[in-house]
């Protein structure tokens, strides 16, 4: 999935973690971070904390990975 904004990001969060079983209460419990958090960074609210939210994704077992965009001629 290509992440575009904060939406996407949230998306694909949210779909890993529905594939793995998770729930949020269970990550929330798992990791210390609040379900209401884990419930913005799902829906794409732009104010979420980056470092927490890199923590979820790898916790969910996802890798990030920031490439360059190949140029057009």
Do not use: H, P, W
Not at 20 to 26: I, S, V
């Amino acid at each position: 999935m290509r992440i575009e904004d904060a939406k996407t990001f949230g998306e694909a969060v949210k779909k890993r973690r529905k594939e793995l079983g998770y729930t949020q209460k269970y990550i929330s419990e798992f990791t210390g971070i609040s379900m209401s958090f884990i419930s913005d960074l799902e829906n794409g609210k732009k104010t979420i904390e980056l470092e927490k939210a890199i923590y979820i994704v790898n916790m969910l077992g996802l890798d990030l990975f920031i490439t360059e965009r190949g140029k057009k001629n």
